[in-house]
Structures are given as structure tokens and as C-alpha cells.
DNA sequence: GCCGTTTTCGGCCCGACTGTTTTCAGTCG
């Protein structure tokens, strides 16, 4: 068992406990271990069992509970607070917004077991008569309720990537079985690497149509319902998966017809004809095009751009050569500053470590006083002194206050060599406020990048309303880099604003966000939403060099 | 339930903000 099912089984016991009122402080150690948990740099299950009560934050009783969790894959205590929890109420953890205290009320004043009943019941107006609720609260836990039906059925990219790869080998390896020579590729939104993922769409090209169809229900990791010229499955999970069994013939056409969105495919061909089409750059050539790789297929302006031969060659992975915005131990990250500086520089091959700690505002996550600052700093020239070439650039990842301002004066600010400013706190305000707010973040001259501009967290959380063209504009002005926080939850940036930010020749940058050394591989998800946006390696600030993005910290930085 | 001793039990506690209150509780990162 992994850590972080340990982490969330002892997180859900906390919430349980206290939808039951127990012992606040019992609760409070169980919810503390769930942190600490989440924090090892180590896999529990590797530690000898009677060494894990030497942990800090774990005793005896967790301990015992831990061992249980990785012998049995279980928890009585859990089940058994379960068995005494309608499974409605349970759901309701997961709405943002309303925490056990306040679930508690819905569930035990109100007598609301469901999260049906509960949209009903702020629909009908009832949650103003409980004691701690007002017109406010039952507004917002509506709108968190339909943002959260919303999300029904919908994944993050990251979240199916692993299951659609192993589904598309088993499948090769089936239809090899019947056709050897068959074609398959992904469809639909996941080729076209879209942040949130409704339907998996697979087209299989074979001229043995009719054998693949007849066996298609019998191939096992699925269970297969024939439909309209498909089949189609919904996982448990709730996740739908569509494949299209087409001619061997047809398959270029079918699979360029069912990646791109709908406007996209007609414009193209009604360009290129019907075909017969060998292959999708026939079909692009045929429409007076040049190839338009399958992430931009959007109806954006990418017609436009590929009729003038002006699209841009997107980024790869390959092109990144460092890696700005992350953290280490001195704040809320789970391995140290040399650990995350040694796999930047060994494992993933980059030239560069930005690293980017809490500021002292962030007292929950051990945000970096001044004098720890300085500590830091002291630790970064040593081990650059270590691990030259390598360079770890001296970064913080700033609050940006509820003002505006930065967390630090300027004789602070200037000892860095860049600093991301983001907002962490007080996330609800409206749009002229978070404008405002960030605006002044933006115009502080020692901010070098934007951090997370919106806040949101995809399927979850919508992220504060801001004015995206005055944000943009004035990141141009004041030659502000935009981040594209490359966590799959995030990806914000939004990529529906890459192109804008790029017109005003605003620099973007794919920043991990990475708390821990396996933390940089998300950067992979922010490449796939910088290609939907339409970004070059030369337009990426990570993708500058060593000495390129020394260069630009330095003509950034005030005198 | 954990910790740190005062080796047997008492103390554990982020701060800002918001919405609900009329002085404070719940939630968040």
C-alpha cells in the first residue's frame, strides 16, 4: 500500500470522527498523522513495522492502525465508522466549502443525508434555518454542489493517462489475434490532450470488420455494449470509453474525424475533399495546409496560421532545460534541497533548479522568515559551489496579500534572484478585486513570474474570476513571465490564453509546482496544455539556458 | 492519541478571512 492511501484512509477516519464528535484532540492526532504521513520521504510499507512509532506525529495507536492498513488492506475502526455513516453524508466531505463542522449541522439539525437533498434543501431555502448558516453559505455550498455534479463522469487528463496506455496494449495485442495489420490510434479529446477528459475514444482500422465486431464484447478489460457504429463501456469509475471499429481503408479519415472538434474537422474538409486520404497529412496538404498536429485541432486560429504557413513549432519535453518553482524541506516539500537539486541535475538532465519556497505569510506550510532567508541562501551558494555547472537559481514563491503586495520588503525582495508571486489565501474575491489584487502583484518590480493565476483546481475549485486580457496586458508591460503551472489539477495558465499571452509577447513558463523529486515529471502534463496553447521552446522561459535565463534574471531584477 | 517529561499526566493550538453573529466559529492554503 502506498503512502498516500494511508495518507487519505487516515484523512477520512479524521473527518469520520469528527462527523461523530469525538475526542478533538484524538481527532487532531489522527488528522496530524494523515499530514505526516502524506510528508515521508520513504515508503511505509519498506519500514520494519516496529519502527514506525518512532516517527514524529505516530505512537502506538497509529502506529498499530498503520500495520493493520498494510497487512490487511483494511481498517476495522474505519469500516465500523462507516457502517455508521449514511454514504451521503461521507460525499459531502468532498464538496469544497463546508467542512465536518458545518456537514454536521446538514446532517444531524437538518436531518439531510444526501447531497440531492441538500441542493433541494438550498433550493427551497431551509439551510438559512440552521444556526452557523446564512443566505451566503447555502449560496456557496449550491454553487459547490453544482460544480461538483458537474464534474460527474469527467477525469483529468492525468488521471485516465496510465489506464488509456495499458487499454490501448491490451487492445493492440487482441486485435493482433484477429488482424494482424490493423490500425489503431487514440481519438477524440485525450489526442487532442485536453485538461479534462469526458469520453476515451479508440478507432480501430481493419479489413476484418466483421470478425473484430462479432469478438469485441468477449475482449475481457471491458465489458462492451454495441452501439451506433461503436461500443461502447462505462468503467466503474464512471469513466466512458467509445471505440470505433471502421474500413482499413476509411481509417485515416475516421481518425482524423473523430480527434479534431467538430468545426475544426468541417472547415479542414471542406478544404480537402472526401478523399480517399492515405494518411492525415494527406488530408491537411489536400486542404492547402500545412500539418496541423492534433492538440491544436480546436477551431482556434490554427486554420488561419496553417493556410500561412505561420503555425508554431510547439514545445517538447526535450526542449525544457530547467526547472523554476518548487520547493524543498525549508518549506512544506518532502525532500531536501540537494535531493530535489541532485535529481534535476542526474536524473531528469537539466542544467538548472529554481527553487521557490513559502514565504513567512504561509505559517502552515513553515513559510521562510527573513533570517531563514538568509539560511537558505547560505545552503544554495554551498551547494552550488558542489554541483557546478549546475546552478540552483534563489527563488520564493511570494503570497501576493490581500492588497496586492508582496510578503516581503524590498531589502528582502532584491536578495532573490527571481520571485514568483501567487495567491494562496483569501481566494473569493470578485473579479475587480482579484484583478486589482493581482495587478499590483504584477507592477511590484521584483516579480519575476505570475504564479497560478486563477487559483482553480480542475474538477474541483473554479479559481477567482479575473480580467484575463488586463492581467495579460500588463504582464506585457511590466514583463511579467505567466506561469502554466504544470500540476494536472492546475494547468493554469489556461491554455484557451497561451495564444493571447503570446501575441503580447508575454513569455510563458512550465512550472512544476513539484513538492517532492517525483513532483518535476508533471511537467510533462504542463508540455501537452503549452502545445494546446501553441508555445515554442523559444517563447518558454525554462526553456532557456543556463546562461540565457541568467541573462534575463538579471536584466529583470531592479538596480 | 501523541508528546515530553515534572516517569504518570497535563497540554496539545497557524493566522486571515468570511459570514454569522453581537463576540465567534468554520474553513482554507
Known amino acids: 500500500m502506498e503512502n498516500k492511501t494511508i495518507a487519505r484512509t487516515l484523512r477520512l477516519l479524521s473527518q469520520l470522527m469528527e462527523l461523530h464528535e469525538e475526542n478533538p484532540f484524538k481527532i487532531k492526532s489522527v488528522a496530524n498523522a494523515y499530514f505526516k504521513v502524506d510528508k515521508l520521504p520513504f515508503a511505509l510499507r519498506d519500514k520494519p513495522l516496529d519502527e514506525l512509532d518512532k516517527i514524529e506525529g505516530i505512537g502506538k495507536g497509529l502506529a498499530s492502525k498503520i500495520v493493520e492498513l498494510l497487512q490487511t488492506g483494511e481498517l476495522q475502526e474505519l469500516n465500523e465508522i462507516l457502517d455508521r455513516t449514511p454514504e451521503g453524508v461521507v460525499e459531502m466531505l468532498a464538496i469544497k466549502g463546508i467542512g465536518p463542522k458545518k456537514i454536521f449541522i446538514i446532517w444531524r439539525t437538518l436531518g439531510i443525508e444526501s447531497i440531492g437533498e441538500l441542493y433541494y434543501a438550498c433550493n427551497e431555502n431551509r439551510l438559512i434555518e440552521a444556526k452557523g448558516f446564512g443566505l451566503k453559505t447555502q449560496e456557496e455550498i449550491k454553487s459547490a454542489i453544482e460544480f461538483k455534479l458537474a464534474a460527474n463522469g469527467r477525469f483529468l487528463y492525468a488521471q485516465v493517462e496510465g489506464f488509456a496506455k495499458t487499454l490501448f496494449t491490451q487492445l493492440s495485442v487482441w486485435t493482433a489475434n484477429i488482424d494482424d495489420l490493423a490500425l489503431l490510434g487514440f481519438a477524440g479529446q485525450y489526442r487532442r490532450a485536453c485538461e479534462i477528459i469526458d469520453e476515451l475514444e479508440i478507432v480501430i482500422g481493419t479489413e476484418q470488420i466483421d470478425a473484430i ?88 486560429d490554427e486554420i488561419e496560421l496553417a493556410k500561412a504557413n505561420k503555425l508554431p513549432t510547439l514545445i517538447q519535453y526535450e526542449d525544457l532545460k530547467g526547472s523554476l518553482h518548487n520547493h524543498s524541506t525549508w518549506s512544506d516539500g518532502v525532500h531536501t534541497l540537494e535531493q530535489m537539486a541532485m535529481y534535476c541535475k542526474e536524473n531528469l538532465n537539466l542544467q538548472y533548479l529554481g527553487i521557490c519556497d513559502h514565504s513567512k505569510t504561509a505559517v502552515y506550510a513553515k513559510g521562510l522568515n527573513e533570517q531563514r532567508v538568509f539560511g537558505q541562501h547560505q545552503e544554495i551558494d554551498e551547494l552550488n559551489k558542489k554541483l557546478a555547472p549546475f546552478k540552483i537559481f534563489k527563488g520564493i514563491e511570494s503570497d501576493i496579500l490581500s492588497d496586492g503586495s508582496l510578503d516581503y520588503s524590498d531589502d528582502i525582495l532584491k536578495t532573490f534572484d527571481f520571485v514568483v508571486a501567487s495567491v494562496h489565501s483569501n481566494l473569493r474575491m470578485d473579479e475587480a478585486k482579484a484583478t486589482a489584487r493581482l495587478l499590483k502583484a504584477i507592477e511590484n518590480p521584483y516579480t519575476t513570474i505570475l504564479g497560478h493565476p486563477t487559483g482553480r483546481l480542475l474538477l474541483s475549485r473554479a479559481g477567482y474570476p479575473i480580467d484575463y486580457k488586463k492581467i495579460i496586458d500588463a504582464c506585457a508591460a511590466n514583463k511579467v513571465v505567466i506561469e502554466i503551472n504544470a500540476n494536472p489539477l492546475r494547468l493554469d495558465l489556461d491554455w484557451r490564453w497561451h495564444r493571447y499571452a503570446l501575441e503580447k509577447s508575454v513569455l510563458l513558463s512550465v512550472n512544476p509546482d513539484a513538492h517532492r523529486t517525483e513532483g518535476f515529471h508533471d511537467m510533462h502534463y504542463g508540455i501537452l496544455v503549452a502545445r494546446k496553447g501553441g508555445l515554442s521552446a523559444d517563447k518558454c522561459l525554462n526553456a532557456f539556458t543556463l546562461e540565457e535565463i541568467t541573462a534575463y534574471f538579471n536584466s529583470k531584477r531592479p538596480n
Open 213 to 300: 465486431k462479432q469478438n469485441l464484447p468477449a475482449f475481457e478489460p471491458l465489458s462492451l455494449i454495441e452501439a451506433e457504429n461503436s461500443f461502447i463501456c462505462t468503467t466503474e469509475a464512471g469513466f466512458r470509453i467509445k471505440l470505433h471499429v471502421v474500413e482499413k481503408s476509411a481509417f485515416y479519415l475516421q481518425w482524423f474525424t473523430l480527434t479534431g472538434n467538430t468545426e475544426h474537422v468541417e472547415k479542414v474538409l471542406a478544404l480537402a475533399g472526401n478523399g480517399p486520404f492515405a494518411n492525415e497529412e494527406e488530408i491537411y496538404s489536400k486542404a492547402g495546409l500545412t500539418f496541423i498536429e492534433p492538440e491544436l485541432r480546436e477551431d482556434f
